[in-house]
């Protein structure tokens, strides 16, 4: 280990508009969590589902690793959720998956790094967090403001103006 290194890596993904209906099947969530298990070179060894009726919940537990995923398919959602004892758990791969299989209209996804270890120091336990928004995301935000602030000028322009 080198001087200031992370123990792990924390994924959390959400997907939204998901359109098929793997969102809504238990076996197609289990093939999803099982890809993703060996892009993240996880060796799973318990699985637990739960099923209500609005939510799917599969759990797969590894060492020192784990994969939740939450399905909402009434809602379009899924929220994913990896842990890899393995600081050099690549999120695009899994990702990669994830898209293919979920195909949503938009996910997010934020990399934490779980327990940074200085030797020289203390070790900090605060994690780090990176977080990354579409580049059409951030378009999209952007026409919005611009619509909004050309609308106040609007308003401010045509507005009658008070006489002194």
């Known amino acids: 280990m080198t001087m200031k ?14 359109k098929n209906n793997t969102i809504s099947s238990m076996s197609a ?5 099982n890809e993703a298990i060996a892009i993240a ?3 799973a060894y318990d699985t637990h589902v739960h099923q209500t009726e609005h939510e799917l919940t599969l759990t797969v537990i590894g060492r020192g ?5 939450h399905s909402y398919p009434d809602f379009s959602y899924v929220a994913i ?20 299989r979920f195909r949503p209209d938009k996910i997010r996804a934020t990399s934490v790094r779980r327990g940074k270890v200085d030797t020289d120091n203390d070790p900090d336990m605060k994690p780090k967090t990176k977080s990354k928004t579409t580049t059409f995301r951030r378009m999209k935000s952007t026409g919005q403001q611009l619509k909004q602030t050309g609308s106040k000028m609007l308003r401010v ?8």
């Open 5 to 18: 290194e992370n123990l792990g890596k924390h994924l959390l993904i959400d997907c939204y508009g998901c």
């Open 81 to 100: 959720d990896v842990f890899a004892f393995n600081a050099d758990l690549n999120p695009t791969t899994v990702m990669k998956i994830l898209r293919q």
């Open 157 to 164: 322009l045509t507005a009658p103006r008070k006489k002194k």
């Open 65 to 69: 690793s784990h994969i939740f995923i």
């Open 41 to 43: 070179d996880i060796e």
């Open 29 to 33: 969530l289990a093939d999803i969590a």
